[in-house]
């Protein structure tokens, strides 16, 4: 993208700004200068990170520009760090409120710290030990989090409503199921909307409903959950948070460690305060139905509307949720049930994968008659040039034959040129394969290159693929295109 040297010198002002803000901040806690400063991943809010870091201390600086968000983190934060409980300390801002610096807590998240657990859907000890924690914690923060709060800074409003509710509840008819182009009527949506409010409202307790309670807004710190990200939180019902973080559409809790840890939920609530377990169940029924609704109204606006993939790539997650979740009773709602129904069986939902595997194309190719096309549309990946290793095609006696006759692997691999640099291009590939997995990428493509697409790119993208094939298991789809052959090395289980 082009960018003006208008614009630049604007980009670099706003950039000094915050850096001199952040590090004043931090000068005056700490009564030293930051070593560094380091901008950490944006969290898809208005907020920017950063990471300033002392000789003894490191800690967190926030540029964030809706003041009034940044109010209701920092009231809030402060008044959860005076009932005890786990959050990050504000130890200091700006007059306006605009830049504040807090405790560094790491860079583990709970997300993060269980993902092996999230990608097969079976969980081992130590993840499900951080589950129960965190599961343990929730109450307190509900709970004695509200104790002494003042609701009004809370942003964009001080508790949960009616309003809120039908907000979301259109959220999701407008930006997801209009969107999947299924015929409805709207009025007796629309009653059955509106019997959801009036059940949901029966809950109104004088807790705290931290609103978006989910894996990635815990981090873990020596062992031990802190809770993040709570700006958006509310005077609300306890409900809302439990069906929020069970029931996250990529969690992939089975129904055992769902009970387990609702229960262990239940457990640390009576501690605080009374709670008929049978009403606690059957009213969080509810709470999860309007949770998974709202978070297709988001995905759906996030996706369809905003072409995140990120957010298309969840829809099904929540799809299967709200599959299961028909099966519960909600004979109050007939018509939002059928509507449902009707829209999980709808054809771009109905056989959908969950977890599609990686499929990695691997190809050999002549430079003179150009890169391979890549028709997944992700870009082409890597392309390897293997002009630079000797060539056997100079000599008369290869010239007939390919990477793949055994004299040819023979000289290729005694020179051994090629397998420096195949070591190389494995390192770079693996990284990359093992990523795409973790983040359930299905399209990867690599390809190598040489002056005819006959003896060292052949070579190599033999190697590559099988060595893809038994290191990783995954399928690899072979093409040698100047030769005209193809192979398919299938995933090992």
């Given at each position: 993208?082009?960018?003006?040297?208008?614009q630049f010198?604007?980009?670099y002002?706003?950039?000094?700004?915050?850096?001199?803000?952040?590090?004043?901040?931090?000068?005056?806690?700490?009564?030293?200068?930051?070593?560094?400063?380091?901008?950490?991943?944006?969290?898809?809010?208005?907020r920017?990170?950063f990471?300033?870091?002392?000789?003894?201390?490191s800690l967190?600086?926030?540029?964030?520009?809706?003041?009034?968000?940044?109010?209701a983190?920092?009231e809030?934060?402060?008044?959860?760090y005076?009932?005890?409980?786990?959050?990050?300390?504000?130890?200091?801002?700006?007059?306006?409120?605009?830049?504040?610096?807090?405790?560094?807590?790491?860079?583990?998240?709970?997300?993060?710290?269980v993902?092996?657990?999230?990608?097969?859907?079976?969980?081992?000890?130590?993840?499900k030990e951080?589950?129960r924690?965190?599961?343990?914690?929730?109450?307190?923060?509900?709970?004695?989090g509200?104790?002494?709060?003042?609701?009004?800074?809370?942003?964009?409003?001080?508790?949960?409503?009616?309003?809120?509710?039908?907000?979301?509840?259109?959220?999701?008819?407008?930006?997801?199921?209009?969107?999947?182009?299924l015929?409805?009527?709207?009025?007796?949506?629309?009653?059955?909307?509106?019997?959801?409010?009036?059940?949901?409202?029966?809950?109104?307790?004088?807790?705290?409903m931290?609103?978006?309670?989910?894996?990635?807004?815990?981090?873990?710190?020596?062992?031990e959950?802190?809770?993040?990200?709570?700006?958006?939180g509310?005077?609300?019902p306890?409900?809302?948070?439990?069906?929020?973080?069970?029931?996250?559409?990529?969690?992939?809790?089975?129904?055992?460690l769902?009970?387990?840890?609702?229960?262990?939920?239940?457990d640390?609530?009576?501690?605080?305060m009374?709670?008929?377990?049978?009403?606690?169940?059957?009213?969080?029924?509810?709470?999860?139905?309007?949770r998974?609704l709202?978070?297709?109204?988001?995905?759906?606006?996030?996706?369809?509307?905003?072409?995140?993939?990120?957010?298309?790539?969840s829809?099904?997650?929540?799809?299967?949720?709200?599959?299961?979740?028909?099966?519960d009773?909600?004979?109050?709602?007939?018509?939002?049930?059928?509507v449902?129904?009707?829209?999980?069986e709808l054809?771009q939902f109905?056989?959908?994968?969950?977890?599609?595997?990686?499929?990695?194309?691997?190809?050999?190719?002549?430079y003179?008659?150009?890169?391979?096309?890549?028709?997944?549309?992700?870009?082409g990946?890597f392309?390897?040039?293997?002009?630079?290793?000797?060539?056997?095609?100079?000599?008369?006696?290869?010239q007939?034959?390919?990477?793949?006759?055994?004299?040819?692997?023979?000289?290729?691999?005694?020179?051994?040129?090629?397998?420096?640099?195949?070591?190389?291009?494995?390192?770079?590939?693996?990284?990359?394969?093992?990523r795409?997995?973790?983040?359930?990428?299905?399209?990867?493509?690599?390809?190598?290159g040489?002056?005819?697409?006959?003896?060292?790119?052949?070579?190599?993208?033999?190697?590559?693929a099988?060595?893809?094939n038994?290191?990783?298991?995954?399928?690899?789809?072979?093409?040698?295109?100047?030769?005209?052959?193809?192979?398919?090395?299938?995933?090992?289980?």
């Amino acid at each position: 993208m082009f960018v003006s040297l208008q614009q630049f010198i604007i980009i670099y002002t706003i950039q000094l700004q915050i850096m001199t803000e952040l590090e004043t901040l931090f000068q005056q806690y700490t009564h030293e200068k930051p070593l560094s400063i380091t901008e950490l991943s944006a969290s898809g809010s208005n907020r920017r990170y950063f990471r300033l870091a002392g000789e003894n201390i490191s800690l967190i600086g926030v540029e964030g520009t809706s003041v009034d968000e940044n109010l209701a983190f920092i009231e809030i934060a402060n008044n959860f760090y005076k009932q005890g409980l786990p959050v990050p300390r504000v130890l200091s801002r700006t007059p306006d409120n605009r830049f504040y610096i807090q405790d560094d807590l790491g860079d583990t998240l709970l997300f993060d710290a269980v993902a092996e657990g999230r990608k097969t859907g079976v969980f081992c000890e130590p993840e499900k030990e951080l589950l129960r924690k965190t599961m343990r914690k929730l109450p307190a923060v509900q709970v004695l989090g509200a104790q002494g709060l003042d609701f009004s800074v809370c942003y964009p409003q001080p508790e949960f409503n009616e309003r809120s509710i039908l907000w979301d509840l259109n959220y999701f008819k407008y930006c997801f199921l209009k969107a999947t182009g299924l015929d409805f009527q709207e009025n007796l949506l629309e009653d059955d909307f509106s019997k959801l409010s009036e059940i949901l409202m029966h809950s109104r307790t004088n807790t705290f409903m931290y609103r978006d309670f989910q894996s990635r807004n815990v981090m873990i710190k020596d062992g031990e959950p802190y809770f993040i990200d709570f700006q958006g939180g509310r005077r609300g019902p306890i409900y809302y948070d439990v069906a929020s973080f069970l029931w996250q559409a990529k969690a992939q809790y089975n129904a055992e460690l769902r009970e387990d840890l609702l229960q262990i939920y239940m457990d640390a609530l009576k501690r605080l305060m009374p709670v008929d377990e049978v009403e606690f169940r059957e009213q969080l029924k509810h709470f999860v139905l309007f949770r998974t609704l709202q978070v297709l109204g988001a995905y759906g606006f996030r996706g369809y509307f905003e072409k995140k993939p990120h957010f298309l790539q969840s829809i099904p997650f929540a799809i299967e949720n709200l599959r299961a979740l028909l099966h519960d009773n909600h004979s109050q709602y007939p018509y939002l049930l059928k509507v449902l129904k009707e829209m999980t069986e709808l054809e771009q939902f109905r056989e959908v994968e969950i977890r599609k595997p990686l499929v990695v194309k691997v190809y050999s190719f002549s430079y003179k008659k150009g890169i391979p096309q890549d028709n997944s549309g992700n870009g082409g990946g890597f392309v390897f040039d293997c002009r630079a290793v000797n060539n056997p095609g100079k000599y008369e006696r290869y010239q007939s034959l390919t990477g793949l006759d055994e004299s040819v692997i023979q000289f290729l691999e005694e020179d051994g040129e090629i397998l420096t640099f195949l070591e190389h291009t494995y390192h770079l590939v693996d990284a990359s394969v093992k990523r795409y997995i973790d983040r359930g990428f299905t399209n990867l493509m690599v390809s190598f290159g040489c002056t005819g697409g006959q003896h060292r790119s052949v070579y190599s993208a033999q190697k590559m693929a099988v060595h893809l094939n038994e290191k990783f298991g995954i399928e690899v789809k072979l093409i040698h295109r100047e030769q005209n052959k193809e192979e398919i090395f299938n995933p090992k289980k």
